[in-house]
């Protein structure tokens, strides 16, 4: 596994006991948790587990664990032990969640306190014992928002936590409840890319949504890929084709948000893993961790890229080309200006509205001058990162 220095958050996918019962596969669905509070074997003891979260505290990464607070798998003790806590058909049966294929889990009744009390305390669990920094929270809007507000001032009041919904903004409480949510729409651009049914024009209004759609202090998850996207609608290279770079880059530098990189998008990951078995990504594949690590040392080290009212608003460059996208960020003396061409080709563009500075190419060192008005020659499927004046 390649490291990425410039990460700061690692997200555990659910380390909880899947369940036996109704599995499908042979691995089952690591969101079918057959105890809440345990630790699966197969991956070590509840000591290693504190032991990894010590050790990555001590390195300056914070713990986010995956939660599944919809349903349940169907060996869960809370089946035998408090049936009322489920959603039942008129015949009195256990159902999984209705309009889904989701046959391996039980649906929880959120009508039933005593399942709230218990499913709060299990979070709870994770953040008193484990000292654990925040929750990716799955499914998040099908859970009623008045659950969300208990459980985050219960467990907030512990310490600060980072919450991430697996949702969009309108589907849970952005700001009260949750501090980030998906990015759906920028993914669903970045997909569009590679047919031809996006362009700047779209990119421009889903970043431009971003500031009206979030409350101060609150961002949207950004990513070209995850664990879902791989698994179900296909790789990064089925999806947007050469963009991967390019579309990555926007998710660093645009004004809002918090990039994310899924296992194995630092080498390149060109395989849909099986959800529902086990399989494995090839780790000698060309590594691309240089690309992102100096892609996320932008994010951690340029003050004009930091988020809300740490860093600069970001101010479009005109290019007469659709496919070109460029803007500048300006933080005190900090400057950053970035071109991306998610043309299949090499473009030379006429652009308008750049600042007229020095600079420092970020991927090459090489000096490079910008003047406002010019022309720029940008290679097929890439980008120009422009960085000027101190961090």
């Not at 879902?228 to 809002?256: P, Y």
């Not at 998008?265 to 399989?279: H, I, Y």
Request: with cysteine; proline share 4%.
């Amino acid at each position: 596994m390649f490291q990425i220095p410039s990460a700061k958050v690692l997200w555990l996918m659910p380390i909880q006991p899947i369940s036996k019962e109704k599995r499908k596969g042979t691995l089952g669905s690591y969101y079918s948790i057959a105890d809440y509070k345990a630790v699966n074997p197969e991956f070590g003891t509840a000591a290693d587990f504190k032991a990894l979260v010590d050790k990555a505290h001590g390195m300056g990464f914070k713990i986010v664990l995956d939660w599944v607070p919809n349903h349940t798998g169907w060996d869960n003790p809370w089946i035998t032990k408090n049936p009322e806590w489920y959603t039942k058909n008129s015949a009195g049966q256990i159902i999984h969640p209705e309009g889904t294929d989701w046959t391996d889990v039980a649906d929880l009744n959120y009508s039933n306190q005593a399942m709230r009390a218990e499913m709060i305390a299990s979070m709870k669990h994770w953040v008193d014992t484990y000292d654990i920094d925040g929750f990716r929270v799955d499914v998040a809007g099908a859970v009623p928002d008045d659950f969300w507000k208990t459980a985050t001032e219960t467990l907030t009041a512990i310490k600060p936590l980072w919450m991430l919904a697996e949702a969009q903004v309108g589907d849970v409480e952005i700001g009260r409840d949750f501090s980030s949510a998906y990015n759906w729409p920028l993914k669903d651009t970045f997909n569009g890319l590679k047919s031809g049914a996006s362009d700047r024009w779209n990119i421009g209004y889903e970043i431009s949504n971003i500031k009206s759609n979030y409350p101060k202090g609150t961002y949207p998850m950004n990513f070209v890929t995850n664990h879902d996207e791989n698994s179900w609608n296909g790789t990064v290279e089925k999806r947007i084709g050469n963009n991967a770079h390019a579309a990555f880059m926007l998710c660093v530098t645009m004004s809002q948000g918090m990039p994310l990189i899924y296992s194995g998008q630092e080498v390149g990951l060109n395989k849909s893993l099986r959800f529902f078995e086990r399989d494995t990504i090839d780790w000698s594949a060309p590594s691309q961790a240089d690309f992102y690590s100096k892609a996320l040392a932008l994010k951690t080290t340029q003050g004009a890229l930091a988020n809300g009212s740490w860093g600069g608003a970001q101010t479009r460059i005109t290019t007469n080309h659709p496919s070109v996208y460029a803007f500048s960020r300006v933080k005190g003396d900090n400057i950053v200006t970035v071109f991306v061409n998610f043309s299949a080709e090499e473009v030379t563009v006429d652009y308008s509205g750049a600042i007229d500075e020095d600079y420092t190419n970020w991927f090459t060192g090489e000096e490079a001058e910008l003047e406002e008005d010019g022309q720029i020659t940008l290679p097929a499927n890439g980008y120009l990162v422009l960085t000027h004046g101190e961090c």
